[in-house]
């Protein structure tokens, strides 16, 4: 008997199997394939990423090394614009990444390849910003503003807790009555010094005490304004010590358009300088019973912030390693620190302040010696 092969398909489903076993094989073998790839993909980004941060924290230190020397150099202070990507204005560093012999292999096969391709410096920002005011000592600037007639400055801060008082409640018991028993208590309040540099002899004692308002922000409940109001008046006792609610108000940055460029934080307080006229500005600023994260505007109308110099200097880098960015911002403030209750003590015990106005404290001083007051 002769077998039909023409309607023999007895390997038909063996095939088909076969076909199937090796299309899913495939697509096992291109995904584990695509993994390892997106794996070494991310490895070499997280390695370029380290690169590129290096080389943005060049670009910073570059800049702040071109700022505290530039009375040696032609840098003017100011840079606006990425290109040419030099921080210099007549000569031509490079901006390499200089890695000392050995140092590559340790930090991951970094190359001298990598640079920061963007940097720029502002020395006038429209704003003065502290992470953190601590407690225990005081941060301060001397600054100055572009118009000797500014409406407002406007004082913002916040603190880790979020609770704040009844609006007019202003008590200031201990430490240990400020913050609850489960370590949570109320923000912050800010002490504000604020002194207005002008006239003939701003620096002496009188005048100092005279031009100097002392306002201590307190976080009372949020009001209609979302801020507190404070006057910097010519009645020289009312500038001393007042207390002020700052209106604190955790929802306002989202209510009104605007509103967050013109109250920074959770708590405000809008001083009215109507009454002064100057540019000059010497501010001090102590937080009390927590470190309060502060902001400070000056204004010349609804919204219209102004510059402030010589208080801080804006710095923003980005670094570049292969195809990966890093960009770091950074607020670097160049003036000197001044420790608090520097002159008081207790018992009698000598004390020698370098300022820029003694050159030799052991000449200059009466006596024999900086410590002997002479007779």
Partial sequence: MIKNLDKD????????????????????VIGFAQIARREERQALDRQLSIQANYAAETGINDAVDAIRNKATNSFSG????CFPQTISETSSPSNKLAIPAGLGTILGGVSASSEYTCLLINNAP???????????????????IPTSAPKWLVIGWSGQSKSFTNPGSFVFPSLTGWVSSSGVGQAPVLRVDLTNITGANPYSRDKLI??????????????????????????IAKNRGVVVGGECNISHNN??????????????????????VSQHFLI??????????????ALDGPLNKLSIV??????????????????QQVRISFQPLSPDFAVQTRDSICKRLY??????ASTDLPGDNACDPGP
């Fill in 126 to 144: 429209k704003d003065i910003q502290y992470s953190a005011v601590p407690t225990d000592s005081s941060l301060r600037a001397d600054f100055t």
């Fill in 78 to 81: 100011t840079k606006t614009s």
């Fill in 210 to 235: 005279d031009n100097t308002y002392t306002g201590f922000f307190y976080p009372s409940a949020g009001g209609p304004n979302n801020r507190g109001n404070s006057i910097f008046v010519t009645n």
């Fill in 284 to 297: 001090r600023l102590k937080s009390i019973y927590a470190p309060a994260r502060v902001t400070v505007k």
């Fill in 9 to 28: 398909e007895s390997g038909i489903i063996a095939i088909v199997v076969t076909i199937i076993v090796l299309i899913v094989i495939t697509i096992t």
């Fill in 355 to 360: 300022t820029s106005f003694m050159v030799n």
């Fill in 255 to 276: 209510t009104v358009p605007g509103i967050k460029e013109f109250l920074p934080q959770d708590c405000n307080v809008a001083i009215n300088l109507a009454f002064v």
């Fill in 310 to 327: 010589g208080a801080q200097t804006e710095i923003d880098s980005t670094g570049k390693a292969n195809d990966v960015l890093k960009r």
